[in-house]
């Protein structure tokens, strides 16, 4: 799957909006349900995957961290909890989704520890390796520019520093793949419509993980970008991938 299929689908069909734009205004209009929905769609695996990526930066043991595409800042606070570095931060186009993020952060009474901010992730304002370490979870799929995201985020981390991405994938075995494809495709843009009330946003999902760049296809985009070290490991029967790559 090339970068730039990605790059095609977006949240409404028909707008003259950039993808950017409409991704920030789709998050703003779920903001206050995203999280829920979340949990409630993977039935509470979203934050193992989390965990286990997470771990993967633990030998590190990073004193400041990038979190991109931060949402409501779960990975923030989550990476404050088992890694304990001196400065977390985390950036995300829509506003509304890092307000909610915001109001948890002060409540764990971290505001000291983690700051989150609005930032394009594909044209981050940091000065060239500046963080230890970088995550992003299910945060990459909705770039406008996939491999001009990569980039920054490859230049923004210090050299031997490593980042680690967290997103769906699409499952390859049988039976898992057809339930999977059933349940994205049908039941996910139901949920969205009944809770969310966003029946596009959670159309835009499954057509989003599948144009996405894959296995293989995304550890040679990282590659291509800068990264060195680049592995892919796949969860819960492909469900989900975590990439990981160092500079």
Request: proline fraction near 4%; aromatic fraction near 10%.
């Amino acid at each position: 799957m090339a970068s730039n299929d990605v790059q095609k689908v977006v949240p409404f069909e028909g707008s003259k909006l950039s993808k950017k734009e409409q991704i920030a205004h789709m998050f703003d209009d779920i903001a206050g349900r995203y999280d829920f929905l979340n949990h409630f769609m993977s039935l509470g695996v979203d934050v193992q995957w989390r965990k286990k990526a997470l771990k993967l930066l633990a030998p590190l043991q990073p004193k400041t961290l990038l979190d991109v595409a931060t949402g409501t800042g779960d990975v923030a606070i989550m990476a404050h909890h088992m890694l304990k570095p001196e400065k977390i931060t985390g950036i995300d186009i829509s506003e509304g989704m890092l307000t909610l993020g915001r109001e948890k952060v002060a409540k764990a009474g971290l505001d000291g520890v983690i700051t989150l901010q609005q930032g394009d992730s594909e044209t981050i304002s940091f000065p060239d390796a500046t963080f230890d370490a970088i995550t992003a979870a299910f945060g990459v799929r909705n770039f406008e520019n996939l491999e001009k995201g990569l980039a920054e985020m490859c230049r923004v981390l210090k050299p031997g520093g490593k980042a680690v991405i967290l997103e769906f994938s699409n499952p390859t075995k049988t039976p898992v793949k057809q339930l999977y494809n059933f349940y994205f495709r049908y039941i996910t843009p139901l949920i969205g419509k009944w809770i969310a009330r966003s029946q596009a946003a959670y159309s835009y999902l499954p057509e989003s993980v599948k144009a996405f760049p894959q296995g293989q296809a995304m550890c040679d985009i990282l590659h291509k970008v800068g990264f060195q070290a680049v592995t892919c490991k796949t969860l819960t029967f492909g469900i989900c991938s975590i990439y990981c790559a160092t500079r």
